[in-house]
């Protein structure tokens, strides 16, 4: 999502994050995007009917809310590491819960972290920007996209994920630069029209 017109606070936003995405790989002063998505729980009401040669699985369309759960996703693209938290709701307390994480235990060592974040509770136009959303889009193709009954289901099923995803070393390659936004991005950027 994008803005409608010319916004130079998206712009300077926008070119800071590009040029965080340009530094190099530093243990000491790592690149952490954070994102957050909420699951739908729900449980079926009949059993479904199993695959079959030419024939496949076959899920009733009702199904009982169970309420919703949310991820937080913490992503260090260089690294190819990433956590997600599972919590009940989205608070400011569950937010800061994931923050003290990743400080205090996730990034103890490190001098300096580089967090890349949308707006959690608002998100204004630049989520594309952080590759978290990215990596919760995977999430939800390959292992949310199905019904799952309840939280701690969840839990196991985002934390198996998790393991093998970082197990594989999945990192990201950036490629879309500031060089790229004033080109392909332009009618965003302010412009000084003479009198």
Known sequence: MLPPKANAAFVAAMEDVLEVYTRPYDPQRPQVCIDEASKQLVAEVQTPLPMEPGQPERIDYEYDRRGTANLFMVFEPLAGRRRVTVTERRTAVDFANVIRNLVDKDYAEAEKIVLVMDNLNTHKHASWLD???????????????????DRATLTREVAAWEKDRNEAVVKVDWRFTTADARIKLKRLYPSIQPK
């Open 131 to 149: 590759m978290a959303e990215t990596e919760l889009s995977v999430l939800a193709r390959q292992c949310l996209n199905r019904r799952i009954s």
